[in-house]
């Protein structure tokens, strides 16, 4: 019986978990080119035969027969790179890419570290000095790995092919980097993705559109209705674990005295 508690208990954890999840995708669903985030999650019977002996689980997560007690496990999370819907801005440094590929950008952290890390996120603009940058100040990189920048007195018109023209000749070319597999690519911040050990480098499918922005992939709708859905799930945990507590009072206190 007791059992049951730390089912149920692991249950409001996993919840818990969907719900900062789904959270932070409702904080970003204006937020241009984020892909919403999901979370998963495996039962006790689904990954029971290869559990019986592990006990690598995480501090206060259920354990597995042999170990601890049974219970639904946090799974890993997973991002949903499917295209935002585009907008019209008619600003010519908005850039939005229709297919898989992703701007790259030159990322300074506090530490002064500098690494690149990459964005669907093409809400750019030009510095007085001529240089392509990020909302947040960040360069953007041409196809030689170096800042993009420009004369910012000339008209610059950007074809989809990511070159800048100016004068009729090509001042520079932003870099587009697309992944073989997006499982080899990690959020970092807000709106940035970073690849980690095995990302593997292809030639991009996209196409650069100037005056256009890609927005977020993230439907407040959907969002809400699995909000509910958590919610719900949760509270009847709860009931579980109420219901269980009752029975052990009669069974402590009541038929304990007979």
Same mark, same amino acid.
């Given at each position: 019986?007791?059992?049951?508690?730390?089912?149920?208990?692991?249950?409001?954890?996993?919840?818990?978990?969907?719900m900062d999840v789904l959270t932070n995708n409702?904080?970003?669903?204006? #937020?241009?080119?984020?892909?919403?985030?999901?979370?998963?999650?495996?039962?006790?019977?689904?990954?029971?035969?290869? &559990?019986?002996?592990?006990?690598?689980?995480?501090?206060?997560?259920?354990? $597995?027969?042999?170990?601890?007690?049974?219970?639904?496990?946090?799974?890993?999370?997973?991002?949903?790179?499917?295209?935002?819907?585009? &907008?019209?801005?008619?600003?010519?440094?908005?850039?939005?890419?229709?297919?898989?590929?992703?701007?790259?950008?030159?990322?300074?952290?506090?530490?002064?570290? #500098?690494?690149?890390?990459?964005?669907?996120?093409?809400?750019?603009? /030009?510095?007085?000095?001529?240089?392509?940058?990020?909302?947040?100040?960040?360069?953007?990189?041409?196809?030689?790995?170096?800042?993009?920048?420009?004369?910012?007195?000339?008209?610059?018109?950007?074809?989809?092919?990511?070159?800048?023209?100016?004068?009729? $000749?090509?001042?520079?070319?932003?870099?587009?980097?697309?992944?073989?597999?997006?499982?080899?690519?990690?959020?970092?911040?807000?709106?940035?993705?970073?690849?980690?050990?095995?990302?593997?480098e292809t030639d991009p499918k996209a196409q650069?559109?100037?005056?256009?922005?890609?927005?977020?992939?993230?439907?407040?709708?959907?969002?809400?209705?699995?909000?509910?859905?958590?919610? $719900?799930?949760?509270?009847?945990?709860?009931?579980?674990?109420?219901?269980?507590?009752?029975?052990?009072?009669?069974?402590?206190?009541?038929?304990?005295? /007979?």
């Amino acid at each position: 019986m007791v059992k049951g508690l730390y089912t149920a208990y692991s249950g409001m954890v996993n919840q818990e978990h969907r719900m900062d999840v789904l959270t932070n995708n409702l904080a970003n669903v204006n #937020t241009n080119g984020y892909k919403k985030e999901g979370a998963t999650s495996q039962s006790f019977d689904a990954v029971l035969a290869y &559990k019986i002996k592990d006990a690598s689980e995480g501090y206060n997560l259920a354990k $597995r027969i042999g170990i601890n007690q049974p219970g639904v496990k946090i799974g890993e999370g997973y991002t949903d790179f499917e295209q935002g819907a585009i &907008k019209t801005t008619g600003n010519t440094f908005d850039l939005a890419l229709t297919d898989s590929g992703f701007f790259a950008v030159e990322f300074t952290d506090k530490s002064g570290n #500098t690494s690149v890390k990459y964005t669907r996120d093409g809400d750019f603009t /030009l510095t007085q000095d001529g240089e392509l940058v990020t909302r947040d100040g960040d360069p953007v990189l041409n196809t030689n790995g170096q800042a993009v920048k420009i004369n910012p007195n000339l008209d610059t018109q950007i074809n989809v092919s990511g070159q800048l023209i100016q004068n009729g $000749r090509v001042a520079d070319t932003i870099q587009v980097t697309d992944f073989a597999d997006y499982n080899y690519l990690e959020h970092y911040g807000e709106n940035y993705f970073q690849p980690i050990e095995g990302a593997e480098e292809t030639d991009p499918k996209a196409q650069v559109y100037s005056g256009y922005l890609e927005t977020s992939n993230v439907s407040a709708v959907t969002e809400m209705v699995n909000m509910i859905s958590v919610q $719900r799930a949760y509270e009847s945990n709860q009931k579980i674990i109420t219901t269980i507590d009752s029975t052990l009072d009669i069974a402590a206190n009541q038929l304990g005295k /007979l």
